[in-house]
């Protein structure tokens, strides 16, 4: 019994042209079909490239497919000479339900810092997107044991300016980047440590009915062997999977982690 209903999320990063991306998702779909899925109880969502969004919209809005789907980053304005940046405005006009924000690469490759990412998660509710903060340490953190206060600092800085009210269907990510992309996956008690953490943090930031709702999840080389134990943590509400989202049946078999 969970909670919150479970979210299966599927970052495909830089991956999948549009072409690419319409096949995948098509094949996930009949999969999924074909195993009588539940989408009501155990909830998908993808991550494509800016470019796959409208076809992945006229797919799910013509199949009737239940799969929700986001970007991978939107800009902190609306709308103005910001060349090649994507507005929240434009998510929102392409049926996008959520957003990543601070993704570990973003923030390593890109810079992008805390302030910035508290402004774009402003643009996310202004536009009635979603926003899936990313948070997590890196190897040098976990190693010298501040990883939780890390998190923590990153949790706090992302969300400056967030309401209770806004809190209320907010979705984070914990990502170690040590286990990302990398084979390591941190361990179930890991993840719960973490994903505890951050809800207790949340609940001192939002109050405790608020932070009861949001869900955590867990990212960092997740696999279909290995799904299932880590979301069997009480505070581990779904997972967000990279590398193992580009394969439609292993990651239908990770939506699948109950059979
Ligand atoms: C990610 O980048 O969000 C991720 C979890 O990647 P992977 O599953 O490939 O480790």
Redesign the pocket.
């Known amino acids: 019994v969970f909670d919150r209903k479970p979210l299966i999320a599927g ?1 495909w ?1 830089m991956n999948m042209d549009h072409v690419q991306g319409i096949t995948l998702l098509q094949k996930l779909a009949w999969t999924l079909a074909d195993a009588e899925h539940d989408f009501d109880r155990v909830e998908v969502a993808v991550f494509p490239p800016f470019t796959d969004l409208r076809g992945v919209q006229t797919l799910t809005m013509g199949d009737n497919l239940p799969v929700h789907y986001g970007a991978q980053d939107l800009s902190a304005h609306d709308s103005g000479a910001y060349t090649g940046e994507i507005s929240g405005q434009f998510l929102s006009r392409l049926g996008c339900s959520y957003v990543l924000v601070g ?3 973003r923030r390593a490759i890109h810079g992008e810092t805390n302030e910035l990412l508290a402004a774009k998660i402003a643009a996310a509710y202004r536009h009635g997107v979603t926003p899936v903060l ?1 948070v997590g340490e890196g190897l040098d953190i976990r190693q010298a044991g501040t990883h939780v206060e890390y998190t923590l600092e990153q949790l706090r800085g992302s969300l400056a300016g967030v309401t209770a009210e806004q809190a209320e269907t907010l979705v984070v ?1 914990y ?1 170690p980047v040590w ?4 084979g390591e996956v941190a361990g179930p008690k890991d993840a719960q440590e973490l994903c505890a953490a951050i809800r207790v943090e949340l609940a001192k930031l939002f109050g405790d009915e608020v932070a009861g709702k949001v869900r955590v999840l867990y ?4 696999k279909a062997n290995n799904v299932a134990q880590i979301l069997a943590e009480k505070d581990v509400d779904g997972v ?6 580009l394969d439609a049946g292993e990651f239908a078999n990770i939506v699948r982690f109950e059979h």
């Open positions: 970052n990063k993704h570990s690469e990313c990510a990502e286990a990302i992309g990398t990212g960092g080389s997740v967000l999977v990279g590398g193992a989202s």
